[in-house]
């Protein structure tokens, strides 16, 4: 039970951190901030599923998993592979949906 729980709230917190509304605020403040200390490349990890799908997974990891050090950087990796996978597929299930191009039997004259 408790792994469900952390795939589906590691790929949840990602999408809620990098596409979600309610959290602009928070990725304008990163931003911000990374720009003030003079690191900009720090402003993107609220922009990138690998990178927040890391922090959500060690985050998530401590929570759900474990303390120990290596489970929680195991699920930090894991974490971005989730993220990255959930992005991957739900970009897909738009793509599919979106764009309807005719298929090469409609172009023969």
């Not at 795939?7 to 959290?23: A, P």
């Not at 990725?27 to 900009?40: C, E, Y």
């Not at 929680?72 to 970009?91: K, Q």
């Amino acid at each position: 039970m408790e792994l469900i729980l952390f795939v589906f709230s590691v790929v949840g917190m990602t999408l809620i951190v990098v596409d979600g509304s309610i959290l602009q605020w928070f990725r304008n403040l990163v931003k911000l901030t990374a720009s003030k200390i003079n690191v900009p490349s720090l402003g993107t990890i609220v922009d990138c599923y690998l990178c927040s799908g890391t922090w959500c997974g060690f985050l998530m990891g401590y929570i759900w998993i474990s303390s120990n050090p290596l489970k929680v950087f195991a699920c930090g990796c894991a974490g971005a592979f989730l993220a990255n996978a959930a992005a991957l597929m739900l970009n897909w299930i738009e793509s599919a949906t979106m764009v309807n191009l005719p298929d090469s039997t409609n172009n023969e004259s």
